[in-house]
């Protein structure tokens, strides 16, 4: 009964935690951006949390430093289950362009200490495809929302290539 | 009464960036802040040590996410000083032109977060919506919204269309618009002024002892703004004042950023007016020859400083920022000495800290 409850209120209004993990603020104004009445992240029930205690998804951008490395998998096991992670940014799959050569400080993205369910690569993605993905990420839940992803991708052409649907494994 | 010491950060609901401050309060009211700094460190100063020029003014250009133009142009500057290059006229005046478009998104932007960090969310969702005109300004000329990749070393990589410029022209006078009522509210709006106003006091000496720059010093009546002490690029043939207040509170801030904002429209007004015609680049090799050499710039939050030391290969021997977040935490740790444990948000935001910058 209580997972019922708790689905249904994960479906209906999804609560975001944003946390930044050593990216340059391009990726962090851009999903601020994408909350703001232009793209309106908000009208999905989205709300955008303080705290990883009270939050569904998890947004991380940047390539994680070696100083916010065990910052990160603390706020990640501090969030309840069952939880979501999006990286978001170039930094932020793939580590790029920060980490290789003379970077002595730099992981190779989120997914090296955290499995990460959703991909939005690009330096800095639009606003409009971190809406996409985090509705994508959505649609997987519920059903209902297949409409309004049909009707997003038809408003803008090509937005599908934009994210990339991750294997979640623990790094 | 007993001090009580209080971690914020690194993830905390109030800030936006990892930063870690200890703050030490006696009852309501701050006695000492230490700040932790380095969370954001991506070691770009070594990186660019193993990229070539072209390539270090990439990752430079994302040191920061929010005044990308003005680290890349800068860099580019340094370079160009190496090389002896002059860069064609247009190329300088279309950098002004990008350098206060971002300026305008900026400014707003803060003008956006600190509303926010007061209480009054209404505001920062009009000034939010309305920062998106300049943004689209900027992709329209730049093709992204927010690093350009605009400078390069011996100009600019692309022109601006007589189309671009009018569509330029109209954004503008709908900025100028929307600014006009920003600088009522943040005037006039009690609510805004019960916040801010007699909050985070640093006085002029205060301003010039701990080394503050930019619009945090100008807010405290020390008129230094490296576009009119240093001028660069199209600045000496554009004849404007620093902007400065005698308040030195957060109000004064405030109000040095929207007079700002008005400032660099008009600037951008004047730029498109006087656009001369002509090349946008020059060729520049890319082997720099041996020495060293600085470059400031004038970022939204302050001065940006670059060294660069060339030995005559492709690649720098030593790159250097300096950058105007960082010079200002001094200040912020002034202001914050006395005053309420509520107002420390405000205060630490007042000063558009930017940790990405700081930590590079």
Not at chain 2, 221 to 246: C, G, H, K, M
Not at chain 2, 263 to 281: K, N, T
Request: overall charge negative; proline content about 7%.
């Amino acid at each position: 009964m209580l997972d019922k409850i708790a689905g249904w209120a994960l479906r209906k209004s999804p609560w975001v935690c944003h946390f930044n993990g050593g990216s340059c603020n391009a990726c962090d104004i851009e999903i601020v951006a994408a909350l703001m009445p232009r793209f309106d992240l908000e009208r999905f029930g989205i709300l955008l949390q303080g705290s990883p205690r009270h939050a569904d998804v998890l947004i991380c951008t940047g390539p994680i430093t070696h100083q916010i490395r065990d910052r990160i998998i603390r706020v990640y096991e501090q969030a309840p289950e069952p939880k979501f992670v999006v990286a978001v940014g170039s930094c932020g799959t793939s580590g790029r362009p920060f980490c290789g050569k003379g970077a002595y400080s730099v992981m190779e993205g989120v997914d090296s200490i955290i499995p990460v369910h959703m991909y939005v690569p690009g330096c800095p993605p639009r606003p409009d495809a971190i809406t996409y993905a985090v509705l994508k990420l959505l649609s997987t839940l519920d059903p209902k929302l297949a409409d309004v992803l049909a009707e997003f991708e038809k408003s803008i052409p090509g937005i599908e290539t934009m994210v990339q649907e991750g294997e979640p494994v623990a790094g | 009464m007993a001090k009580i010491t209080f971690p914020i950060g690194p993830q905390h609901p109030a800030l936006k960036e990892p930063e870690s401050f200890k703050i030490t309060a006696e009852g309501e009211c701050v006695v000492d802040v230490d700040i932790r700094l380095g969370y954001v460190h991506r070691s770009i100063e070594a990186a660019c040590l193993a990229r070539n020029y072209v390539q270090g003014q990439y990752v430079c250009e994302r040191i920061c996410g929010i005044c990308s133009h003005i680290h890349s142009n800068t860099f580019a500057r340094a370079v160009e000083d190496l090389l002896q290059l002059e860069v064609p006229a247009r190329a300088k005046y279309l950098r002004v032109l990008v350098a206060e478009l971002e300026r305008i998104h900026s400014h707003l932007l803060w003008l956006g977060v600190a509303a926010h960090e007061v209480g009054f969310d209404t505001l920062f969702m009009y000034v939010w919506r309305d920062r998106e005109v300049v943004q689209d300004l900027l992709e329209m000329i730049t093709g992204n919204r927010v690093h350009y990749g605009f400078t390069t070393i011996g100009g600019t990589k692309f022109d601006l269309t007589p189309q671009m410029a009018d569509k330029c022209t109209e954004g503008l006078m709908v900025l100028r618009e929307r600014t006009e009522y920003y600088k009522q509210v943040a005037t006039t709006e009690s609510s805004f002024l019960k916040r801010v106003e007699g909050v985070g006091v640093l006085t002029e000496q205060q301003a010039r002892e701990l080394g503050a720059v930019g619009p945090t010093a100008r807010a405290s009546n020390v008129p230094y703004d490296a576009r009119w002490v240093f001028p660069y690029d199209a600045y000496p043939e554009l004849d404007y004042q620093p902007i400065t207040s005698d308040l030195g509170d957060v109000l004064g801030r405030t109000i040095v950023r929207v007079l700002e904002t008005f400032q660099a429209i008009d600037i951008c007004e004047e730029v498109l007016r006087r656009l001369p015609e002509g090349d946008i680049q020059v060729r520049a090799k890319p082997r720099v020859p041996e020495g060293e050499t600085v470059a400031r710039c004038e970022a939204p939050r302050g001065e940006v400083f670059y060294y660069i030391r060339s030995n005559g290969t492709d690649k720098p021997a030593r790159v250097k920022v300096r950058t105007p977040s960082l010079a200002n935490w001094p200040a912020t740790i002034a202001m914050l000495e006395g005053a309420y444990v509520a107002d420390a948000p405000i205060i630490i935001a007042s000063i558009d800290p930017c940790m990405s910058c700081t930590d590079r």
